[in-house]
């Protein structure tokens, strides 16, 4: 097991590492990689409350990534609103759905709970698609304003990425103290044995049904944040492809870590938008990496990577006393 | 550890080729970012672009008004996201003074307002939805292609006056690009006594269209077939399997020459509009199609065309401000100002909005020297994209849509 200081120490250096970013870096490319990848580790964290934490698999979320996007830029640049309003209204109305969808949603559970999310997904992306007059159809809709929230100028890169990287540590501790709290820990409790806890007097669609609408809350952050920097949103973004996309950072990164999900979306990031431009064929090199990850690291990177560190100490200490999976499990929450 | 490693890296390498673009501000190469497509559905039509700007780019001997030309080449996988990636790539990090593509219109209005934040000028040699050059106005766009609708007044105008058509019934793909085409086909056939008496929208990745075709009128004297990407070879295919007797009129696309070469007998007597046809009698234009056949052995299409001409524009442009793009205002009024006497296209100006004022040809499939060719029949010269009407007047009415005069 790692010692408490030397942990610290580590996560000193990752927070100065991702504080710093701006000046490791020339290129405000580069900048704006970081960006997306602090947006799309938002909705991962979010994917991974359900399927980490709930043993929920949805492949629609991107439902709320689009739909909160879709709604604050047609409230801001079409429909007269102003930031902060424009603003409310896509998270408040997004997480309304979150409450619709996880009610008709969480009528089944596994393959059908899939099925549905997946079919509701489809059912925005056709929207998207087909209401031309509201969403522009497959031309999408922009005009959007980066907000300028207490005189910060959201258009230069360095202090977008500041703005964002506060979002993702606002959800990561949000999320930590979700997965901590008596709420958290019953949602577990129904991933690993629903009967038992329905036996024990736990109202288990309840406590499904809520961590499935706190899912679809940070959902719609990182869809706001999304719409703000790419200010426009077409209907790619509700597209099945996005959901198996974060689907994918989820269960590369590591399901049901706190962690394993930011490393995910890094990693799918990058590949996507810095790899692509060396590697023609960089899908091969996804399905590829993909693969090794499910080979090697079952659990996914994050766990996987603990396991190695863990077992090489071991053999460099000769102590055999602790096996490496329970220090995994440990190290879970 | 190892992703910060990478970034310092690459953090180094940005440091030094930064400092090298310092050096070299005004007359090293003149670095052009090139959005295409590799992959993904769009990928054809993206591979045919780069053959078109690679030509361009080798008659010039790479070099354009005495500077050099580095083209630098980026894939946006067909996605509006990932199209804003790209460009931030190339402007920022590899200090592109003027961007070339991106290939679909969604691609081109997801990084508008990138363009005009960051003011680089941008050459469409392909995106062709009307409002970018019409109501959603960016100055530092130009187009090398027609407007969606662009050969469709004229081809409207050709069904009802010389073809003598009354009523025709529409089948297009169900996006903005099948709804502007349909619809300035529609508004010019009305307006000269023609009647579109139905619309069928098929989606973009319709399997076969079996369905579409039984539902076709039988009173219609042409069924109107627009379509993008390789729909038409499946359209025009299944047509013919059905029996149909009907003729058919195309859109530029329905017969392309970048498909027109996996089509067999079933697409002669297509009748389409367009900006350009590879049998286009010009020795300009013969000498262009003999270049792309020796290169890439086919007749050069839409993609191609278009990439070739937005390389062509930016070689008017830079010759016009003699090579000296420090002054982006100045380089972009050049590109604004292109006027091309002889080209593929035949004669090329710009309109004030940044939109290529072309001859329109009306054009006949026809087997000729062993291949399926456009053959032209009829020239419309110097074809506005308001076509007859003064812009004012045009601009009045919505953007051409799905919903726009439905059928009767």
């Known amino acids: 097991m790692r010692t408490p200081t030397f942990n610290w120490v580590l996560w000193l250096l990752g927070l100065a590492a991702l504080l710093a970013l701006p000046w490791l870096v020339t290129s405000e490319y580069y900048i704006n990689i970081a960006s997306q990848i602090v947006i799309a580790a938002i909705l991962a964290l979010s994917l991974n409350l359900l399927i980490g934490f709930g043993g929920m698999i949805s492949l629609g979320h991107a439902a709320y990534l689009g739909v909160s996007a879709y709604l604050a830029i047609y409230m801001t640049a079409h429909a007269g609103f102003g930031q902060l309003s424009g603003a409310l209204i896509a998270i408040g109305s997004t997480t309304a759905l979150a409450m619709l969808f996880g009610y008709l949603s969480l009528r089944a559970s596994g393959l059908g709970f899939l099925m549905i999310t997946l079919a509701l997904g489809q059912i925005l992306w056709g929207i998207a698609y087909r209401w031309a007059s509201l969403t522009g159809g497959d031309n999408g809709l922009g005009g959007m304003k980066r907000p300028h929230p207490f005189g910060l100028d959201l258009t230069h890169p360095a202090i977008f990425y500041y703005f964002v990287l506060f979002f993702l540590g606002l959800a990561l501790w949000c999320i930590a103290r979700f997965i901590q709290s008596g709420l958290g820990q019953s949602l577990q409790g129904t991933r690993d044995q629903p009967r038992r806890m329905r036996a024990l007097g736990y109202n288990v669609w309840l406590i499904q049904w809520l961590s499935f609408v706190f899912a679809g809350f940070w959902g719609a952050v990182a869809g706001l944040l999304y719409a703000y920097y790419h200010q426009f949103v077409s209907p790619q973004a509700l597209h099945l492809t996005t959901s198996a996309e974060t689907l994918l950072m989820v269960i590369a990164g590591g399901t049901g870590t706190l962690f394993g999900p930011v490393v995910g979306a890094a990693l799918v990031v990058i590949l996507k938008n810095v790899v692509s431009a060396y590697i023609t064929r960089w899908l091969i090199l996804l399905g590829a990496i993909f693969v090794a990850i499910v080979l090697f690291m079952p659990e996914g990177l994050l766990p996987g990577l603990a396991a190695w560190i863990h077992r090489l100490k071991e053999c460099l200490h000769g102590d055999k006393k602790t096996t490496g999976v329970s220090a995994i499990t440990k190290d879970r929450v | ?408």
């Open chain 2, 1 to 408: 550890m190892m992703r910060s490693s990478v970034l310092v890296s690459a953090a180094v390498a940005t440091l030094l080729v930064s400092a090298s673009l310092v050096e070299a501000a005004d007359n090293g190469p003149l670095k052009v970012g090139f959005l295409t497509v590799r992959s993904g559905a769009l990928a054809a039509g993206g591979r045919q672009m780069e053959e078109g700007l690679k030509l361009c780019i080798d008659e010039h001997h790479g070099e354009m008004a005495g500077r050099k030309i580095e083209v630098i080449t980026a894939d946006t996988a067909g996605q509006p996201a990932v199209t804003k990636t790209k460009a931030q790539e190339l402007v920022e990090r590899d200090g592109a003074q003027v961007l070339i593509g991106p290939l679909a219109a969604f691609e081109a209005l997801a990084i508008d307002d990138y363009i005009r934040q960051t003011k680089t000028p941008i050459i469409s040699p392909s995106a062709a939805a009307e409002d970018l050059t019409q109501r959603k106005l960016n100055p530092w766009f130009v187009r090398a292609v027609g407007t969606s609708a662009q050969p469709y007044h004229p081809f409207g105008e050709y069904a009802a006056k010389e073809l003598h058509y009354k009523k025709i019934a529409i089948i297009a793909d169900d996006f903005a690009f099948g709804h502007e085409i349909a619809a300035g086909f529609q508004r010019m056939f009305e307006q000269n006594g023609g009647k579109i008496v139905q619309k069928l929208w098929s989606p973009l990745n319709t399997a076969e269209y079996g369905t579409y075709i039984t539902q076709i009128d039988p009173s219609v004297d042409a069924v109107f077939a627009a379509f993008a990407g390789g729909n038409g070879i499946k359209f025009l295919s299944e047509y013919k399997n059905y029996g149909m007797q009907k003729p058919v009129l195309g859109s530029m696309t329905t017969v392309d020459e970048g498909i027109l070469k996996r089509m067999g007998d079933e697409a002669l007597g297509v009748i389409s509009a367009g900006w350009y046809s590879a049998a286009t009698d010009t020795p300009t234009n013969k000498k262009f199609v003999a270049a792309m056949r020796k290169a890439y052995g086919a007749d050069p299409g839409y993609y191609s065309v278009g990439a070739y001409m937005a390389c062509q524009f930016l070689n008017n442009a830079l010759e016009q401000v003699k090579s000296d793009t420090s002054n982006k205002e100045a380089f972009m009024k050049a590109l604004r100002n292109v006027n091309i006497t002889d080209s593929p296209y035949g004669p090329v100006k710009i309109d004030k909005y940044g939109q290529p004022i072309l001859d329109i040809t009306i054009r006949n499939v026809e087997k000729k020297d062993g291949r399926l060719q456009n053959v032209v029949i009829k020239t419309y010269p110097s074809v506005s994209q308001f076509w007859t009407y003064g812009a004012e007047e045009f601009l009045k009415s919505p953007v051409y849509s799905r919903d726009w005069t439905p059928a009767k």
